[in-house]
């Protein structure tokens, strides 16, 4: 291997690949990164093999040299325009020998400017000596170089490099670009990368990019730059241009639907442990009325023996006790075994706030007062009191409507604000589409809430199915109501589809004899017996030219308006406000 090294270092036998890197606002290439391969009949072809190869041998800095000297020589032959990003191992970097200036020698041999290379520091190696690293970017800094940190969150110490470095671009690893419309996580972790770019005046380049929605999404997080199999593969001659299809989404005004986060069902009872100090079973009935007496606002004492929960006492079934006559006498000297809750509500740490409840639920009455304890593999950790559990359970679930739908888990009220806000500033055209069930009260009167639960989830799983879930975001407001906002030009098309698939598959949930008669008898609101339509769904659609609102607060209205117009229609029906779109 030694000798095939030395044989491909002589004879040059290392050929330079270009990627381009894009701008995401404009479309357009404003940089390429050169990458490498070796002889393509050799196991060194690839670049892993090769410098792996290398480093085996002792031969890194000369392959290095090699290959950043291929890689310029070809990037000048070829004429290609903006910078060239140049891979360089910080080991590479920190050399401290007479070749130290020789990119910058073979630079102005081949007559490229140094302010048209980039430095970037690929990461290979666990531990650094940042000192050095500071001295070595300063001198390449000095010589009109600037300094790129490739696959930010994939290596060893990425972040820290950025902060001893202040590099004028990262690369964020590919690993947090494939997907991202998908997964709010990794949304989450670019956006942050964004934000701390734009305070360290750092330019952020996304790696890895492969398809149209993953690009769009970077686009309105704001990353500057681009760079992925969507946009163009290493080639030997590559394109001077993105592809036309990539220049033409960047351009279009519209917005990218953000992944929403899930419902956290993870959270756990830990955040509910009160410490409360337990007495064991030695302990008799006249001492522990004694701390009852001593702490008023005690109410349950936990039993336990030897870190083991046995039971509760309850300050008011102790205080009923030593009310009656001769109880006192007669128990006051026993065990507080006497009087413990043998049954108490135990749960793990680890066990979910969801679990919790639904075991509370199913319990006898007692325990949501008495409370629960809290115990780590069996052993006695603390308590939880049963208007906690229902204080966390109450803000989960206010929380879970206000951002995800717990029937549907579709959006709810806060994402679909922002979403429109977002609509809003982009200055783009888009149609705003409120659904509404019509007869569903009477419904569920008749046939039941989880029958009535089933058609709600019918009608989210349709608006899912036939909106074009990259451009058009589909909210479920609570109830029967929907929010779909379309940038799909063809929405009208979408929405009739809805209707008719609404009405063939609506019919599944009424009796033989209500379907063949085209209704039921349900009461209204003043108890007389009234004849009702199958159900049906109302859409009420306005089309948002750009300026024309404002505020999500008017477009609330205006679609609201438009739904009333929408339910005067019998049937399924879809009803556009031509008004609101002259108005614009």
Not at 62 to 67: P, S
Not at 258 to 281: F, G, M, N, W
Not at 508 to 526: A, C, L, M, N, V
Request: hydrophobic share 40%.
């Amino acid at each position: 291997m030694r000798a095939h090294l030395y044989d491909i270092l002589a004879r040059r036998q290392l050929s330079a690949l270009f990627q381009p890197i894009v701008h995401m606002q404009s479309g357009e290439i404003i940089a390429y990164e050169g990458l490498i391969r070796g002889p393509s009949d050799s196991p060194l072809h690839s670049p892993l093999n090769l410098f792996k190869a290398a480093r085996a041998n002792g031969l890194t800095v000369e392959v290095e040299h090699l290959c950043r000297k291929v890689v310029l020589e070809r990037f000048a032959e070829l004429g290609l325009p903006g910078k060239l990003f140049l891979n360089v191992s910080p080991e590479c970097l920190l050399q401290r020998d007479a070749r130290h200036g020789e990119t910058l020698e073979v630079i102005h041999q081949i007559g490229i400017n140094p302010e048209r290379v980039i430095i970037e520091l690929t990461e290979n190696q666990p531990t650094y000596d940042y000192d050095l690293m500071r001295d070595a970017v300063l001198h390449y800094r000095k010589m009109g170089f600037q300094i790129a940190i490739d696959d930010l969150g994939e290596g060893f110490s990425s972040l820290r490099l950025w902060s001893e470095l202040r590099p004028e671009y990262v690369k964020i690893d590919m690993h947090f670009i494939q997907g991202i419309n998908h997964d709010p996580v990794k949304l989450q972790f670019v956006r942050s990368i964004q934000e701390i770019a734009e305070k360290s005046n750092t330019r952020v380049i996304a790696e890895g990019i492969e398809t149209q929605a993953e690009l769009l999404v970077l686009r309105d997080v704001g990353v500057a730059y681009g760079q992925g199999y969507h946009l163009g593969r290493p080639h030997p001659t590559p394109a001077r241009a993105a592809p036309a299809e990539v220049v033409k989404a960047l351009s279009r005004n519209g917005v990218a639907v953000y992944p929403q986060r899930a419902i956290d069902k993870q959270a756990t009872i830990c955040k509910l442990l009160h410490e409360v100090q337990a007495v064991s079973t030695s302990m008799n009935n006249n001492e522990v009325y004694g701390i009852f007496q001593r702490a008023p606002d005690l109410l349950i004492i936990p039993v336990v023996d030897d870190g083991v929960p046995l039971g509760l006492i309850s300050r008011f079934v102790m205080i009923e006790h030593f009310a009656r006559p001769y109880e006192r006498e007669l128990y006051g000297k026993k065990s507080c075994r006497q009087f413990m809750d043998h049954n108490p509500l135990i749960a793990d740490k680890s066990t979910s706030l969801q679990e919790l409840s639904f075991r509370m639920a199913q319990a006898d009455a007692h325990h949501l007062f008495n409370g629960f304890i809290i115990t780590d593999q069996g052993r006695y950790l603390g308590m939880g009191t049963g208007h906690d559990l229902m204080r966390e359970i109450t803000q989960m679930q206010i929380h879970a409507a206000r951002y995800a739908n717990p029937l549907t888990q579709l959006p709810g009220n806060v994402p679909i604000t922002e979403h429109i806000d977002r609509l809003l500033e982009s200055g783009t055209r888009f149609w705003v589409c409120y659904f509404d069930l019509d007869h569903f009260k009477p419904f569920n009167d008749v046939y039941g809430y989880r029958r009535g639960d089933d058609v709600i989830q019918l009608t989210g799983n349709l608006l899912s199915s036939y909106c074009d879930p990259d451009r058009d975001f589909v909210g479920h407001i609570g109830g029967d109501d929907f929010m779909v906002l379309f940038q799909s030009e063809d929405w009208e098309q979408r929405c009739q589809t809805v209707l008719d698939e609404f009405g063939r598959n609506v019919l599944d949930f009424y009796s033989t004899e209500d379907r063949e008669r085209g209704g039921y008898i349900s009461e209204d609101r003043q108890g007389k017996k009234v004849f009702y339509s199958l159900m049906s769904l109302s859409i009420g659609a306005i089309r948002v030219e750009p300026h024309q609102y404002y505020t999500h607060h008017q477009i609330a209205t205006a679609a609201a308006e438009s739904k009333k117009q929408a339910k005067k229609v019998h049937g399924n029906s879809l009803f556009l406000d031509r008004r609101q779109a002259l108005n614009g």
